[in-house]
């Protein structure tokens, strides 16, 4: 089993749709990372969390440090949300961004 | 701002040859991260450097190695490719060391045939 699971694998709406990405890890965690990756391969990272909510444009990212357990919500899509989203975290253990990495949700938002 | 930049954007190697991959990072970062995608297998930590220094590595054989020089730009280099190297290989940059955000460049695509 994967320290870090994502769900669902792939995903597509209709443009204006509510969108989740859910993500599952297994190790006690310094931060979470949510991250963006286009066709062409460049990554954004959207979010870093370690703890509660957190809100930039239609895009909002929560996590339950209990529950190791991270969502992360887009409102009202567009076409142009269309990627691959991959959470990854730090384990408490790891030092620097040794990241481990979650296998990503393709997201298809349709016109 | 420049942002992270990666040099060559795409290489064709073949099996055995050696290739060195080059990162720029923000002017400022001093945490320069390698991390290698291959097709199939996601995301995988390779490098860590930080002000110079090698402080990381994930599980990767040492024939995957680098530098990081003194204006914080590295080279990550691999001896002796093999097939299953092709992958893009991301160079990402932070403020500091521990959690802190991530500012990733556009990758070197590398083709082993």
């Known amino acids: 089993k994967n320290e870090v699971e994502q769900s669902p694998q792939n995903l597509t709406a209709q443009e204006g749709e509510f969108i989740t990405i859910n993500c599952s890890y297994s190790?006690?965690?310094?931060?979470l990372h949510w991250l963006q990756q286009h066709p062409g391969g460049g990554i954004v990272s959207l979010f870093m969390l370690s703890s509660g909510k957190k809100k930039h444009g239609r895009l909002i990212a929560t996590i339950n440090i209990q529950e190791k357990h991270s969502s992360l919500h887009i409102t009202a899509s567009h076409p142009r949300d269309s990627a691959v989203y991959i959470c990854?975290?730090?384990?408490?253990?790891?030092?620097?961004?040794?990241?481990?990495f979650g296998g990503g949700t393709r997201v298809l938002v349709k016109p | 701002e420049a942002g992270v930049t990666q040099s060559p954007t795409h290489l064709i190697k073949t099996r055995g040859q050696q290739v060195t991959l080059r990162c720029s990072p923000i002017?400022?970062?001093?945490?320069v991260y390698w991390y290698q995608q291959a097709l199939g297998l996601g995301l995988q930590f390779l490098l860590w450097y930080d002000e110079g220094e090698e402080r990381n590595r994930g599980n990767f054989p040492p024939r995957f190695s680098g530098r990081q020089f003194p204006n914080y730009s590295s080279e990550l280099n691999v001896n002796a490719l093999e097939l299953e190297d092709s992958a893009l290989y991301l160079c990402?940059?932070?403020?500091?060391?521990?959690?802190?955000?991530?500012?990733f460049g556009s990758g070197t695509q590398l083709s082993v045939l």
């Open positions: 190790v006690g965690i310094s931060a």
């Open positions: 002017s400022g970062h001093t945490s």
């Open positions: 990854a975290v730090r384990p408490i253990k790891a030092a620097g961004n040794k990241l481990t």
């Open positions: 990402a940059s932070s403020l500091e060391t521990g959690n802190e955000k991530l500012f």
